[in-house]
């Protein structure tokens, strides 16, 4: 079982930057993939990025050059440092974790950006 809480959501300016955490309640060491999602009003939950536990990242083609993901084992937490928000980027962001075939969420942290 694996609990994740993130944090660090809010409310911005277009053209500004957060840093939203995922803590989670186990060594991510051993969590094959951690990602993050998001889900905007009306629509499905997309991929935003993910890093395996090797390192290697992944990103959505909208988010390329403006958000990085990254994982701290020692801190058991994954950031997702988002540059030059967008309004579009207005959503609630969930954090995944996928281990031994089994999918955990939490309960996601709400970022608004204001035009």
């Known amino acids: 079982q694996v609990q994740l809480v993130e944090s660090g959501g809010g409310l911005v300016q277009a053209g500004g930057s957060l840093r939203l955490s995922c803590a989670a309640s186990?060594?991510?060491?051993?969590?094959?993939?951690m990602g993050w999602y998001r889900q905007a009003p009306g629509k499905q939950r997309e991929l935003v990025a993910d890093i395996i536990s090797g390192g290697s990242t992944n990103y959505a083609d909208s988010v390329k050059g403006r958000f990085t993901i990254s994982r701290d084992n020692a801190k058991s937490t994954v950031y997702l440092q988002i540059n030059s928000l967008k309004p579009e980027d207005t959503a609630v962001y969930y954090c995944r974790a996928y281990s031994a075939g089994t999918v955990y969420w939490g309960q996601g942290t709400q970022v608004t950006v204001s035009s």
């Open positions: 186990r060594n991510i060491f051993i969590i094959n993939v």
